[in-house]
């Protein structure tokens, strides 16, 4: 394969051009080290390496004016506007920076195609003032105002292109608009200098003219790099820019168009692959990579060209480890690096006016892979010990104080990332920079394996250097809102740099950087609507109409620039794999790109199209975890058994087998999180505290109305102090722990007053026991080791000569839900049957040390469903709506064969732990 810059080398040196005594100029800098390495390779003498620059290099050049940063020009531009409007109310830094870069760019368009300026301001400003233009000659404040901006617009523009030329600074716009002023003076002073474009396509107004100066002039040849197949078909957008040159340009008339070439209708193997999701795309890329190289054994000749500069690392982490030339053109935005979410979020907690800080946030930055690291005391981290503290005690806001309490070693790095910055953007920048120095510190103890993370640190320390440098300039960053503002600015146009070997091996790039360079083999990533091209954006305040009367660029230009760079990437390619994202975006859309379509209906080539997926196991559902009973397992379950089986054990078996072979058997616990709102078994054990503290007292004795109701007056300090005991320094005086806590109060309450009523109709009340713990042992033959039952009961009282065995449930339980039928379904429906198995647990409990001699009823209530009172478990006959509350010996008989088998069933070695389903 012949390239583009070996073919104009050779024209070159046919024409006897004194390519030592040329300037080369290139789209970009990185063509230029092509350019070399080519030029080397053909001329057969030695001789001075040639002036090889990029046209913004030139450009600048000849306007004499050095290009600065966005970020700078809107500081200097903020300058502009105050000097304007020092009689006026000026909008903050922050709102300024929403509309003023907008009209930057604006700007930048009018001075790079050479519109008159005084013209089209005030085309704007008369086409905004016929548009609010109205019978009624009162306009609003707001409408006078919106009139003043775009009438002012012109005195923004003259004003602010005078004070950058007076610094000698300047927007690419300005640049190309005083090159142009000055490119006969550049003629004059280098009669003999030659000059050499190559490989452009669309131009604006300044470039058409500083290029036709110097052609005009001798001063200059141009080659451009288009294929016959665009260059003729005048409905081929990858050919608009190069036939508008050729038709418009006095130069063409009587030189000739250096040059068409024919190489796209040669023969290519051209895939077009679909892949669901980037990450997909990306392991389609390392796939294709892996394939290439056990082929041919090198990719020299090979690009991966990036649509979307987010499929960077994914596409990183897909290379196969085979490959070991790698040379990435493309920068790693920095924004993607994880230093860039500690700042995000130390801005996010101190903008904010807030002395505590949410525990969440907290806990996140500490948990940081740059700043866990900080809190390490010997063998042990401070980290943990904090974060447990926070959940233990239920800690929603902290403050900074309480955290240096807490871990006082670490005071200063608390206080450099949770001191107070009272809202002031330099204090920000001075904590920002010292907590990268002492990250620095942290990282040169273990130099060698901190490499890459003190370089990602070292361009953090760039950013924040070039942000308190405008700081000190300009002085415009009066709060934390604007720095944050301008930290997202630069951290969206910076990136971390590879250094490699460019001319070697594996090329990784963006469309942009493929600019004049040719490979026989090409990947194309991302080549969808809205990334290839880019589609329709219209971020200008100039109208499309005004742009169109104009010659601005619209979208149809800036579609029609992707489409030549795309073209021309697979003009002199032999192999060619275009991949496109199956996985339409919902926002953006995103089908397939309309540059395929055009590939399928051209007819040159044949397209090999086929949609990749993911293997997927041909298994519908994924397997129930099974759990093996072996040895030690039943050696557990002997232990646990010894101890007792409690009731919610038991049912917890009977929900799901393998939530109680990891709490019982391996004796996992559930990790306690903080509770920000009151959680529902919190609730539930205040309410049982709070009773038992009422009535243990009574214990064993008659109780009568007028003592429930003295209750009534505790109700507050008791529940406020289970509340405290419970949950910890969590706040229940504000939002939904306060109304958590006022509904303890109000089911306590109305429980009291059901109590109250109840007495006063004249029916009697003993108290017998309270929290009242019983355990016995259950009999089994076929097993050779003991086995008890355990159980707390919530109370146990005698009304009117009924034993009552109650469990308090602070959720809703209706009657369906404590009877039963079948003793069957008892130990297998956990939904229909927990309750009623608990309540007869405790029954078959107090039975087991005192057998019932009197008439003895199980049940619930239910806070929830207080109506509906002493819910008691019933016994109904199949078939029939007979049914019995009594607790009787029969039925203590039949519940205890159903436990005996589940008993047996959990300790049965050949019936494993098997997970079910949870709906």
């Not at 404040?141 to 901006?149: I, P, R, S």
Request: proline share 3%.
């Amino acid at each position: 394969m012949t390239t583009f810059i070996q073919d104009v080398l050779q024209d070159l040196q046919k024409k006897q051009v004194d390519i030592a005594n040329s300037t080369l100029i290139l789209p970009s800098k990185r063509a230029g080290v092509f350019l070399k390495h080519q030029l080397a390779a053909t001329l057969q003498q030695p001789i001075f390496s040639p002036t090889i620059i990029s046209i913004e290099e030139f450009v600048e050049e000849l306007s004499q004016l050095k290009a600065i940063s966005n970020t700078e020009l809107l500081f200097e531009f903020y300058d502009t506007y105050l000097d304007i409007q020092k009689n006026e109310k000026p909008d903050s830094f922050d709102a300024f920076s929403k509309w003023a870069q907008i009209l930057l760019q604006d700007f930048n368009e009018i001075d790079r195609y050479l519109i008159p300026q005084e013209q089209i301001f005030d085309y704007l400003s008369d086409i905004k003032e016929l548009d609010h233009w109205s019978v009624d000659t009162n306009q609003t404040d707001f409408v006078k105002n919106y009139l003043v901006f775009w009438k002012k617009l012109k005195l923004y523009y003259n004003q602010f292109s005078k004070n950058l030329i007076h610094k000698k600074k300047g927007y690419q716009g300005l640049i190309y608009r005083e090159a142009v002023e000055g490119i006969q003076n550049y003629i004059s002073s280098n009669p003999d200098k030659h000059h050499v474009f190559l490989g452009f396509n669309a131009l604006n107004k300044a470039e058409e003219t500083i290029i036709q100066e110097l052609l005009e002039n001798s001063h200059a040849d141009i080659y451009w790099d288009i294929d016959a197949s665009f260059f003729e078909n005048k409905n081929h957008d990858a050919g608009l820019f190069i036939r508008q040159h050729n038709k418009q340009w006095p130069y063409f008339k009587n030189n000739p168009l250096n040059w068409i070439a024919n190489n796209y209708k040669s023969t290519k193997d051209i895939s077009v692959i679909g892949v669901p999701k980037n990450v997909g795309q990306a392991k389609c890329i390392g796939n294709i990579l892996n394939k290439l190289q056990k082929e041919n054994n090198s990719l020299n000749n090979t690009a991966v060209v990036l649509g979307e500069e987010s499929l960077l690392l994914p596409v990183l982490n897909s290379i196969p480890d085979s490959i070991k030339a790698l040379n990435i053109t493309m920068g790693l935005p920095l924004k993607s690096i994880p230093l860039a979410a500690l700042f995000e979020q130390l801005f996010f907690i101190h903008k904010k006016e807030t002395s505590a800080y949410y525990f969440k946030d907290v806990i996140k930055l500490l948990s940081h892979q740059f700043i866990s690291p900080l809190l390490q005391s010997g063998t042990n981290n401070d980290m943990q010990k904090v974060v447990n503290i926070i959940e233990s005690n239920n800690l929603i806001y902290i403050s900074l104080a309480r955290l240096i309490e807490l871990a006082p070693k670490h005071a200063e790095l608390f206080q450099l990332l949770f001191g107070n910055w009272n809202n002031h953007a330099t204090t920000a920048l001075v904590h920002c920079q010292s907590l990268i120095m002492k990250i620095k510190a942290h990282l040169e103890q273990n130099k060698n394996q901190n490499l890459l993370a003190l370089e990602h640190l070292f361009k953090f320390n760039s950013l924040f250097n070039e942000l308190t440098l405008l700081d000190s300039n300009f002085k415009h960053l009066k709060d934390i809102h604007s720095l944050f503002t301008v930290y997202k600015e630069l951290l969206s146009s910076e990136t971390l740099d590879f250094k490699g070997e460019p001319l070697e091996g594996l090329q990784i790039m963006g469309m942009l950087e493929s600019r004049v360079l040719d490979f026989e083999t090409v990947i194309i990533s991302s080549v969808n609507e809205g990334i290839l091209p880019s589609g329709k954006t219209n971020n200008s305040f100039i109208p499309y109409d005004v742009k169109l009367e104009n010659k601005l660029p619209t979208y149809k230009e800036k579609d029609a620039v992707y489409t030549y760079h795309f073209y021309r990437l697979l003009q002199r390619a032999k192999r060619v794999f275009i991949i496109y994202n199956t996985e339409i975006d919902a926002l953006k859309g995103g089908e397939k790109s309309r540059f395929i379509t055009q590939l399928e209906l051209e007819g040159i080539h044949k397209i090999k199209q086929t949609i990749a997926v993911p293997d997927i196991p041909s298994e519908t559902h994924l397997k129930e975890t099974v759990i093996n009973k072996n040895d030690d397992v039943i050696n557990q379950i002997k232990k646990y058994a010894s101890k007792g089986f409690s009731p919610s054990a038991l049912t917890s078996y009977i929900r799901n087998p393998i939530d109680f072979y990891f709490q019982k058997v391996l004796k996992i616990k559930e990790h306690d999180d903080v509770e920000e709102t009151v959680a529902a078994n919190t609730l539930g054990t205040v309410i049982h505290n709070t009773l038992e503290d009422f009535y243990k007292p009574f214990e064993g004795k008659v109780i009568i109305w007028e003592q429930v109701t003295e209750m009534k007056s505790k109700i507050d300090a008791t529940v406020t102090k289970h509340f405290k005991d419970l949950y910890k320094e969590g706040d229940i005086s504000k939002g939904k722990n306060l109304i958590v806590f006022e509904i303890a109060k109000r089911y306590i309450s109305n429980f009291l007053n059901l109590e109250i009523a109840d007495l006063k109709d004249g029916n009697t009340l003993e108290i017998i026991a309270i929290e009242l713990d019983n355990t016995a042992e259950i009999h089994i033959p076929e097993l050779d080791f003991p086995v008890r039952i355990t159980g707390k009961v919530d109370r146990v009282d005698k009304r009117n000569g009924i034993t009552r065995i109650i469990d308090y449930k602070s959720g809703r339980v209706d009657d369906s839900k404590v009877q039963i039928t079948n003793w069957d379904d008892l130990t297998t429906d956990y939904d229909k049957y927990s309750k009623s198995f608990q309540v007869l647990t405790y029954a078959f409990l107090m039975n087991a040390e005192t057998p019932f001699n009197e008439s003895v009823e199980a049940g619930i209530i239910s806070f929830k469903n207080l109506n509906a009172g002493f819910i008691k478990f019933h016994k109904k006959e199949v078939g029939s709506r007979n049914k019995s509350a009594e607790i009787t010996q029969e039925i203590l008989t039949d519940y205890e064969t159903e436990l005996k088998k589940l008993i047996l069933e959990i300790c049965d070695q050949k019936i494993d732990f098997l997970e079910k389903k949870i709906i």
